[in-house]
């Protein structure tokens, strides 16, 4: 049994209040000059009168909706990525918890996916479909080592720049950036760093952070998946180092130099995330500054019209049965 007061409802008219007034005025009088089976008429006057007010039941646990955020999500998916020093879990899979976690926090807002390795890729434009935005964390891998070359912080750059550029567009909105890695860099890339780029874009971006995985004294990587594993993981599945001539593991080491440098130029706050916690004050200060789109609250509300559709249905089932017995 659903049990719930009027002070539980709020009203999203279908059609104005007003309108509808003049609607069932006209229908009453012409139900009074018939004088036949007034009163089922006027119920269904009156269940008609209630749907088109569209009654919603309201949202009891009062969570509010951003919808005013472009939330974008640059994430490292080199190779580094899969070392095994986040809490027991890869650093990948602690940022798609965490990626997870900060949509949960801001339920209604948009998210674009950008990753960086060998070369930056939007994974998904800013989108409110959290669907795809949960396929796309769910089946994010690093690239295959074999094709890995070296990545740098900047590399991501004219991605973010193309989807900071379309959000801030959008009235009202702001752009929250999370930019999620490690800071190692390697390969023949990493002298090419350049962070100065971001000072283009950095204005673009109201809040956010730079989000650190991993630990300095580093881990192995685990290697599941290649087109050549035998050639990159030794015989526990960890990759090998490549300087050595034997199978030794190699070790992974986050750069929190580089991730602080990072946050830096993108003039955002840098965590060591080694619990989501940490996040807290940065989680509230967002939801603080953001702006609720009024138009859309109704998303937080329950329909529920279809209890009224139901006398509805019995109503006119009524009205039928006594239009077929007068026709006799």
């Known amino acids: 049994m659903i049990l719930f007061s009027m002070k539980d409802i709020v009203f999203r008219p279908i059609y104005p209040m007003s309108t509808m ?41 009062g969570v509010a909706i951003n919808l005013n955020l472009d939330i974008l999500f640059v994430i490292d998916n080199t190779v580094s990525m899969n070392a095994e020093d986040a809490n027991g879990k890869t650093r990948l899979e602690a940022v798609k918890n965490d990626c997870k976690r900060i949509i949960e ?81 390697v390969g023949k890339e990493k002298d090419a760093n350049d962070l100065s780029k971001y000072d283009n874009i950095k204005g673009l971006i109201k809040n956010g952070a730079v989000l650190g995985y991993g630990t300095t004294e580093g881990s192995k990587v685990k290697i599941t998946e290649s087109l050549k594993l035998d050639k990159v993981a ?7 180092d490549g300087s050595s001539s034997s199978q030794a593991p190699a070790i992974s080491k986050m750069n929190e130099d580089n991730l602080k440098n990072l946050a830096k130029a993108l003039s955002l706050d840098y965590f060591h995330l ?14 603080e500054k953001s702006v609720e789109d009024e138009d859309e609250e109704d998303n937080m509300d329950k329909d529920i019209y ?7 249905i019995v109503l006119l089932a009524i009205e039928l049965f006594h239009y077929r017995r007068d026709e006799q």
């Open 105 to 185: 926090s801001f339920p209604g807002s948009s998210y674009a996916i950008v990753t960086y390795s060998n070369r930056s890729q939007v994974k998904y434009p800013f989108t409110s479909d959290m669907a795809i935005i949960l396929d796309v964390l769910d089946n994010m891998k690093i690239i295959d080592p074999i094709y890995a070359n070296g990545s740098t912080l900047d590399m991501p750059y004219d991605d973010m720049r193309l989807l900071l550029e379309s959000s801030v567009k959008k009235d009202n909105h702001q752009q929250i950036v999370f930019f999620m890695g490690d800071g190692e860099l």
């Open 234 to 240: 030794n015989s526990e599945g960890y990759l090998i």
């Open 306 to 312: 279809y209890y009224f559709s139901g006398a509805l």
């Open 274 to 287: 080694t619990d989501f916690s940490q996040l807290g004050n940065k989680l509230e200060d967002i939801k």
């Open 21 to 61: 007034i003049i609607v069932v005025a006209v229908c009453a009088v012409i139900i009074l000059l018939n004088r036949r089976h007034i009163i089922n008429r006027f119920l269904i006057l009156a269940v008609l009168l209630i749907i088109s007010q569209r009654p919603m039941l309201k949202n009891q646990e």
